[in-house]
């Protein structure tokens, strides 16, 4: 708010030279000065919409507070429309709803407010004078005099008897005086950072008309539905969010900037604790948050067991720079079935396996560079392959190996070893060299895939490694009655 000693040109104003019936009575009783102020505003801000000139000037003038717009200017014919078709035809405006300029001189009145209107076309004030041909009716009529100020454009309104505070309310209901941080704008509208400690604000052309106390963001509808346009009533508020859910929907699920898409997702992960914002609410919402998240950033989306019983995968995921986006076990198994916005698959925990495993490489340990204690273990190689009667070449096997990384299993733990029939070898982690059993355990498990045939999980594999494990006891008994 300004403060403009020149915004008042000349104050003092001729006497009227004829009076128009305004056919207010008692109307609006319970609107607060600032409600009239608010009137006053909009139709400042959608006469510089209109007509592309200078913005309004809002200002304090010694004990009167001045709005002036640098328009085309009122005339006193305005005052015989309750709705404006010019306004109407306007996508930028926010007064072509309610009655504006009427009802806020209906309000002052009754709040003791003085109201002076001047413009090229001529100065206007109110007064409560006997309707014509009823005496003992009294309406509030407007009093017309000739121009001030004839050779300046807009209107300038002087009130006098409104308070600062009812001003910085009146401003408080706009969009453009509210300070809100704009993140991202949209063909429907604008979303927009909710103020600190305070609710989320719904805006409507830049009009406020309802709060929201648990929204994660403000939002501004640049596109109406009829359904909005209709639930727009003659006091701008208290709007019920059925008429604008669908709006604050299409507004979001245009968005593609983080700045929008991190708060979502960081809002989603308090789904356990009931702490999760509104527009959560909504499935196609928190699909499109993950949808951005995912093309800005590197993300693994999981669920809550996953993060706590997903096993090395989960770490690999988060070494290799990936950030964790725990998500409701609803939305994660939709996820996998998605796109970022650049057409590239989401990854959940299964995804992100398999991408490892595809681009996964040994790090095959040489004998020489085993310590003396896996050297020794490595050593029953053969002793084992004799016991299992096992004949390497036979069923597939060149090599046996030793590897410090091993593959991730459907579970997304690393596996102890594996039988690859292309490559024709063994390979066995490292790590399994610690202990004899754990070694022949796991050698014997990967000469029987090989021997065999068959794959984990299938009960032919458990037939034919419980029948080797028969074989191997055989032997060891036999060998024991002939010692």
Known sequence: MDEDPNAGGREIMDEPVGYFDLNIEEVLEHWPT????????????????ITGTAAPVISKDGDAWVIRDFGRGVRYQHLTQNENPEKRRHDDVIGQFGMGLKDALAVFHRRGVEVMISSPYGDLS???RAKEGFPDIRTLHAGVAPPTRPDEPGTMIRLRGVT??????????????????????????QVLARPDGQPANIYVKGLLVAQEEN??????????????RQALNRERSNVGRGAYTDRVQAILKQCGSADVARPLAADLENYRTGGMHDELAWTEIKLHACRVLASHEQVVFVTAGQLAFGGPQVEYAQEEGYRLVLVPDDLASKISKLQDLEGR????????????????????????????????????????????????????????????????????RTIYGLYDPVERRIVIRRDRLATPADYCGDLL????????????????????LTEQLGMIMAELFKAGREV
């Open 126 to 128: 109110t007064s409560l």
């Open 215 to 228: 929204f994660l963001f403000s939002y501004n509808i640049t596109s109406l539905t009829q359904n909005l």
């Open 445 to 464: 498990h990967e000469l029987t895939h090989a021997s065999s045939g068959y794959t984990d999980g299938t009960l032919d594999f458990e037939e034919a």
């Open 34 to 49: 600032s409600f009239a102020v608010r009137e006053l505003i909009a139709n400042a801000l959608d006469e510089q919409a």
């Open 164 to 189: 600062d505070d009812e001003v910085a309310a009146a401003q408080r209901y706009f969009l453009r005086y509210s300070g809100d941080r704009l993140l991202e704008q949209t063909r429907y509208g």
């Open 345 to 412: 698959p989401m990854l959940d925990l299964d995804a992100y396996r398999e991408v490892w495993n595809d681009s996964f490489s040994f790090q095959f340990v040489d004998p020489a560079d085993l310590t003396p204690a896996e050297s020794k273990v490595y050593g029953l190689t053969e002793l084992i392959i004799d016991a299992a009667g096992a004949e390497p070449a036979r069923i597939g096997v060149d090599e046996i190996l030793i590897s410090e990384t091993m593959r991730l299993s459907e579970s997304g």
